[in-house]
T-cell receptor, first 115, second 115 residues
Framework: AQSVAQPEDQVNVAEGNPLTVKCTYSVSGNPYLFWYVQYPNRGLQFLLKYITGDNLVKGSYGFEAEFNKSQTSFHLKKPTALVSDSALYFCAVRGISGNTGKLIFGQGTTLQVKP | DTAVSQTPKYLVTQMGNDKSIKCEQNLGHDTMYWYKQDSKKFLKIMFSYNNKELIINETVPNRFSPKSPDKAHLNLHINSLELGDSAVYFC??????????????FGEGSRLTVL
């Protein structure tokens, strides 16, 4: 069965510093990995995805994520955090197992960027 | 134009009542989903339809009944509401079930409160 874990409930970062939000996954076959952001009282917005190719994926709002097959991780990163980046971040995985296209989400990590 | 729209945004009702949430997407997508986000922000898939055909039906009580009159609409009807049904319900769509590399587009959510 496919699963995804976000080990940190909350990440606190000072504005201007780099940020990392961690994600590990478990899936049969090749993983398709996604990051979403949810601002308060809003729906989820797509940030970026890894399908194949370059392990470093660039996405919206200056975010990027690094796919590491040996560590089964897909950590979200940003070189310079902004206060406006404060939100809830979800990692998600979709695996090819029995032709299922189901997208499974991690439990979410709250990012708090302080001025 | 809103890509995935849900109504109502807020719903407050008494235990035992029946209520519906409507969802429409104008992206031309074939696949639509209902996700439930609980008070701890955990996201769980409930149902998925591909071109009006039910393809995912997670372990959801029979009181929940989705209906897809056409591929642009997916409604959720809930009978005999219980306190535990209080949550935010998100509708989402994606290009097609077989396109596993495609991201989901989410609505803004419908916050259901059962008193």
């Amino acid at each position: 069965a496919q699963s995804v874990a976000q080990p940190e409930d909350q990440v606190n970062v000072a504005e201007g510093n780099p940020l990392t939000v961690k994600c590990t996954y478990s899936v049969s076959g090749n993983p398709y990995l996604f990051w979403y952001v949810q601002y308060p009282n809003r729906g989820l917005q797509f940030l970026l995805k890894y399908i194949t190719g370059d392990n470093l994926v660039k996405g919206s709002y200056g975010f990027e994520a690094e796919f590491n097959k040996s560590q089964t991780s897909f950590h979200l990163k940003k070189p310079t955090a902004l206060v406006s980046d404060s939100a809830l971040y979800f990692c998600a995985v979709r695996g090819i197992s029995g032709n299922t296209g189901k997208l499974i989400f991690g439990q979410g990590t709250t990012l708090q960027v302080k001025p | 134009d809103t890509a995935v729209s849900q109504t109502p945004k807020y719903l407050v009702t008494q235990m035992g009542n029946d209520k519906s949430i409507k969802c429409e997407q104008n992206l031309g997508h074939d696949t639509m989903y209902w996700y439930k986000q609980d008070s701890k922000k955990f996201l769980k898939i409930m149902f998925s339809y591909n071109n009006k055909e039910l393809i995912i039906n997670e372990t959801v009580p029979n009181r929940f009944s989705p209906k897809s009159p056409d591929k642009a609409h997916l409604n959720l009807h809930i009978n005999s509401l219980e306190l535990g049904d209080s949550a935010v319900y998100f509708c989402a769509s994606s290009q097609a079930w077989g396109v596993v590399t495609g991201e989901l587009f989410f609505g803004e959510g419908s916050r259901l409160t059962v008193l």
